[in-house]
Every structure is written in C-alpha cells, then in structure tokens.
C-alpha cells in the first residue's frame, strides 16, 4: 500500500551545484506534479507531467530548473546551479489517468537546503 | 487580489471545541475544493473533496462551499489534540486534476 515516495527526504547543496528530487508515484498512478513550499508560503505548482510528456510547466521558473517523468522509472526534478533561494519543501503528488476524478496525494517531501 | 485567501492563525483551541476554518476564493471559474491536512515535516493529506454548494460531512469533518459567496469552510467537531497541524485550502477549475491553487494554511493547536 505505498503512497507516493519521494527521496532523499533531505538533501543538503553548496550554491551553484545540481539538486535531483526523485519521485515514485502511487501504484495505478500515471499524473505527476510537483510543488514547492517556501517557509512561510503556501505550496505553488511547478509542473504537471505524464510518462515521457510535460502537460503544464506554467509554475516552472525559466531558468535552471527541469522536469521528466521517463517511460521507466521515477519523476525527476533537476535544479541546476542552486542558489540559497532555492531552498525549500519540493513535494511530489500523483492522481490516476484523467477521467478518473480523483483529487491529488501527495508525498512527504525533499526538504532542499542550499548553503 | 489573490485567489485564495486564508487566514493563518495560528487557531488554539481546547479538546472537544469545535473548529471552523475558512477561505475565500476570487475566481468563480473554480469548480473543485479541497481541504488537506499537514503535519509538521510530513506531506499534505486529503481529507476533504467536493465540487457543488453545500455541505459534505465525514465523520467529524463537514466541508461546506458557498459558490455564490466565494467561501469555502472546514467544520472539526469534538476536536482533539491529534487534529493539531497546518489546515490548507485548495481549489481548481476542473478539466485537469494538477494545478490546484493553496491558501496559505491555518495553523490549529488543540490543547489537552
């Protein structure tokens, strides 16, 4: 009965390395989205993806951050180049193929720590 | 104006209260509301889903939306010192299930 998995549940970068968040969505699950909770701020979406496809990149910041979601394996989150205002909660939810109706869960998080 | 908008207490009350806690919304394209529960350290768990005015109640929760007005409510009754965590809000406009739009979270201590 797994839910969502997100690791590392915490990880720690010196500015200007690369940040990877991992993300295994819940079983029967084929939608990805990410978010991100600053302290103090509510979560804000990043991005919406299905196997091999970004559907909606809207909340992604044009520069230095990416997102997959491969045909094998876990959704990504890359952040290149991280900077102190990187650092934050990055949360992962998934919800069944579309039509399903099914509101999002989501994981325990990454909490990102740039120093 | 943002589009959701929640108070961020933080709310203390004492076992057995009940608890109300309340958001407005500006956009009347929304068609979908949440309640999630946080825990510290821990991730947003669903408690509440519904998507017509009116009232939704599981066991000692009832969510209550009020589309004309743009205000959405959770009910806690018989609170307990369990149900101490950070209460957010969210809404969509449907069609899709991701780009849900969070209030910034109620903080709720309830005391023994």
């Known amino acids: 009965n797994a839910g969502v998995m997100q690791n590392p549940r915490h990880l720690v970068r010196r500015r200007g390395q690369e940040a990877r968040l991992r993300c295994s969505p819940m079983?029967?699950?084929?939608?990805v989205y990410w978010y991100r909770q600053l302290p103090e701020e509510g979560l804000k979406f990043m991005v919406y993806l299905q196997k091999e496809n970004i559907i909606d990149e809207s909340g992604m910041p044009k520069e230095r951050f990416s997102a997959e979601f491969p045909k094998e394996g876990p959704s990504i989150l890359r952040i290149q180049q991280v900077v102190r205002g990187d650092s934050a909660a990055y949360f992962c939810a998934s919800s069944p193929p579309r039509g399903r109706n099914s509101p999002l869960h989501f994981g325990n998080g990454t909490r990102l720590t740039v120093t | 104006q943002k589009e959701v908008e929640q108070d961020p207490g933080p709310l203390s009350v004492p076992e057995g209260a009940i608890v109300s806690l309340n958001c407005t919304y500006s956009?009347?394209?929304?068609?979908?509301f949440m309640w999630y529960r946080q825990y510290s350290r821990k991730g947003p768990e669903l408690l509440m889903y519904t998507y017509s005015s009116g009232n939704k109640e599981d066991g000692r929760f009832t969510a209550q939306v009020d589309k004309s007005s743009k205000y959405i409510s959770l009910f806690i009754r018989d609170s307990q010192p369990s149900d101490s965590a950070t209460y957010l809000c969210?809404?969509?406009?449907?069609?899709?299930?991701?780009?849900?739009?969070f209030g910034k979270g109620t903080k709720l201590s309830v005391k023994p």
């Open positions: 079983k029967g699950h084929s939608h």
């Open positions: 956009n009347s394209a929304f068609q979908y």
């Open positions: 969210a809404v969509n406009y449907g069609g899709s299930q991701g780009n849900l739009i």
